[in-house]
């Protein structure tokens, strides 16, 4: 079953593999177009799903170098046909993030929307959002739930350049504790910034 989202001006095919493209994640890639204008900047994004994040970067920005991974081959393959069908220059691969380093280096700006509901969240959740989406791209242990956010920032330290950025949403509980573990590795101009809902939403710093 496929159908389309709409995502920063654009229409996105989405699939029950996929999570739907939020209006959060938005200005997301708002923040990144804005603060980074230069040319030829070279962009991954970790738990791409439909590609919504790369695709957008990679059309709105100057002629960057743009990747994209995802752990789900089914989700692989709905952003590769959102690239195709928005004509964005994107290469997308498989990439298991907590037990693999994606394959690219000397990286500008990292990015990532990664899974970050506790599972104890999930009976608050409308039953609507249960029923389409996949629990791949949502949930995280209540034991560990900043596990991405510390394992995609200690990737950052090896594949970014140094002074480059990392830009991640967050659950809004979660502001502090993942501006504080990016200091503890020793990144600088850490700010955790607000979406529309001045609800706690980005996280960014610099290697
Ligand atoms: C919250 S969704 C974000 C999707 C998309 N970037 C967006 O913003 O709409 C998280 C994504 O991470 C992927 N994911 C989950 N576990 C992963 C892992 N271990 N390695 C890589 N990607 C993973 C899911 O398949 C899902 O596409």
Redesign the pocket.
Known sequence: ILGKGP?YGREFFVSP??????NE?EE?VHLIIKENRNAGLKIL?????????PISLALEMNNPEVY?????EE?LQIAEKNGVALAAKVTFST??????VPEVAELDILV?????IPEQQRSEMHKNVLDFE?E???FVSNEDPLI?YKRISEIGKQLLKPNGKLYF?INENYGNDVASLMQDLGYSEVRVLKDLNEKERMVAGRR
């Open positions: 995502f593999a996929t999570l739907i493209p939020r994640t997301l994004d970790i738990g791409t799903g439909t590609g919504c994040i994209g991974v995802d752990i789900s989700a990439c298991d993030i907590l037990t693999q990532s929307n990664p899974p970050y996949p791949l791209a949502l991405f949403e």
